[in-house]
């Protein structure tokens, strides 16, 4: 599944983390660890679904969708990642920002 | 200030607009209609930033951030946003998503 697409989510609530980063200058491996990270996700319990967009700048927002705070912590705390988010914050990423938050209603249109 | 920047916002909890879509082929006035809504958006109560990016394919997520609930029902009733609103649905979009959710806790870092 691309990510990017619009998500296809169930009924409200359920959770967002909303991560947002410029990149450094530089590839040193970011694009690998980013296709990984994304295929580890999709395998944790509570994954719903998650859509990323970067531009030609370097800015980049990522949302995955969780089903609760606890599959949420259990992502963040989950080994493999735990390296990339040193990483990440070490090397790929300048400014970044990164907000739980509880989806409480949605709506939208699929083709 | 522009959108592709992570942007700066006071400590949780606050209300997240997130708005991925799926842009249709042709420009059709879409730009400028853009700029004029994150222009217009700025200037309403309640408003805290916005995150905003748009990839080549056109697939994109803006993340607008607002102080309360009513702020962002205030906004979206808003008579010049009501009719971008209609013509995004109409012309600009093809698939899109809009997920309205409560920032519970945030981390980050800007140089």
Redesign the interface.
Request: no cysteine; aromatic share 10%.
């Given at each position: 599944m691309p990510a990017?697409?619009?998500?296809t989510?169930p009924e409200?609530p359920y959770y967002?983390v909303?991560f947002?980063?410029?990149r450094t200058a530089g590839e040193r491996g970011y694009g690998a660890m980013a296709d990984r990270m994304l295929e580890l996700a999709a395998q944790q319990p509570g994954y719903l679904g998650v859509?990323?967009?970067?531009?030609?700048?370097g800015?980049?927002?990522t949302?995955s969708y969780w089903t609760s705070e606890e599959a949420i912590r259990a992502w963040k705390a989950n080994t493999e990642h735990q390296v990339a988010q040193q990483a990440g914050?070490k090397t790929w990423?300048?400014?970044?920002?990164?907000?739980?938050?509880?989806?409480?209603?949605?709506?939208?249109?699929?083709?």
């Open positions: 990017n697409t619009v998500a989510t409200p967002a909303i947002t980063s410029q859509e990323s967009v970067r531009d030609a700048e800015f980049g927002i949302v914050m990423y300048g400014d970044y920002a990164l907000r739980v938050a509880k989806v409480e209603r949605a709506y939208g249109r699929k083709a």
